[in-house]
Nanobody, 121 residues
């Protein structure tokens, strides 16, 4: 059974930092590129970071480039998202998922519960 368990969200002031974690099970973790997504109620889910299966290549949209860093530990089956210089517009429910490639917008599996990030101004 494929499962993604996200954690590390919380309430932080603008300019602050958070580190999200996602533990994956039921997939060949080291063989999959992974991505972090976020969603605000009433809006489409947005991809915010992807990382290749080896961790050697990453990709970010302009909205988070230079502030967010994705990384992974294949031995722990965990992908991380370090978020710095947070802005109120980063407030969202954050999810992880496997992706076909770091340039693909599509997630491969069903979603986990996500972890809420709230940035106050």
């Amino acid at each position: 059974q494929v499962q993604f368990v996200e954690s590390g969200g919380g309430l932080v002031q603008a300019g602050g930092s958070l580190r999200l974690s996602c533990v994956a099970s039921g997939i060949s973790f080291s063989g999959n590129a992974m991505g972090w997504y976020r969603q605000v109620p009433g809006k489409q889910r947005e991809k915010v970071a992807t990382i290749s299966s080896s961790g050697g290549t990453t990709n970010y949209p302009d909205s988070v480039k230079g502030r967010f860093t994705i990384s992974r530990d294949n031995a722990k089956r965990t992908v991380y998202l370090q978020m710095n210089m947070l802005k109120p517009e980063d407030t969202a429910l954050y999810y992880c998922n496997a992706v076909a490639s770091i340039n693909s917008p599509f997630a491969l599996y069903h979603w986990g519960q996500g972890t809420q990030v709230t940035v106050s101004s």
